[in-house]
């Protein structure tokens, strides 16, 4: 651990399905030096990626929509309109998010734009997001999308303004955290004068 004022003393797996849920016994050190005992439960999926695609010539770009069984237990309408996104299970985060790009969109990409890694959940979740920005036009659209049925997805391509989908956000239609980040960073480029690309991410 790279934290000297954390002490790890032990760790019991509780569940370990879908996603692996573990109580972690540990000691953090106070402000004021003393040291204090506490557990918490940590959900452990693994670092997951994210893309927003984006059209320069028509200013659309691609979401999805998909049924998420956690949204509909909240209380809220289960299916979500988000941005491609995958766990890693071993993958690169580049070879991942070109992979889904293509099961869930359809599209086959080849250049990714860094936005930055962040952890969505961090009182109870360990894993974080790699986000992406994607160039896309018609001409990348190699196989209908949809996701794969083995693993349960039936996924939906939306196509939409970017303004519009800015207005999804203020309106309360799209709740997910990480595409909100997308959205919200593409605007504040594209707004800046900087264009929505740099150079392509080169990390792993």
């Not at 000297?4 to 879908?18: E, I, K």
């Not at 800015?166 to 900087?194: H, N, P, S, W, Y």
Request: glycine letters at 12%; aromatic letters at 8%.
């Amino acid at each position: 651990m790279a934290n000297d004022n954390f002490r790890l003393r032990g760790q019991t797996v509780l569940a370990d399905g879908f996603t692996r849920l573990s109580r972690f016994e540990f000691e953090l050190r106070r402000r004021d030096g003393t040291w204090q005992r506490m557990d918490r439960e940590v959900f452990e999926r693994g670092h997951g990626v994210c893309c927003l695609l984006y059209d320069p010539e028509t200013g659309t770009v691609v979401l999805t929509r998909q049924f998420r069984v956690a949204v509909e237990i909240a209380g809220d309408d289960g299916m979500m309109i988000e941005a491609p996104a995958g766990h890693l299970d071993g993958a690169t985060p580049r070879e991942r998010m070109q992979a889904e790009l293509e099961e869930e969109t359809g599209y086959r990409i080849s250049d990714l734009y860094p936005v930055g890694n962040f952890y969505m959940t961090p009182g109870s979740v360990s894993a974080y997001q790699r986000l992406y920005l994607g160039r896309y036009s018609a001409a990348d659209r190699v196989a209908p999308g949809g996701g794969l049925r083995e693993e349960g997805e039936d996924i939906a391509v939306l196509h939409l303004p970017l303004t519009e989908a800015l207005d999804m956000v203020a309106d309360g239609r799209i709740q997910d955290g990480k595409t909100v980040i997308l959205l919200q960073a593409l605007a504040l480029r594209l707004a800046r004068g900087e264009g929505a690309f740099g150079a392509p991410g080169r990390q792993a």
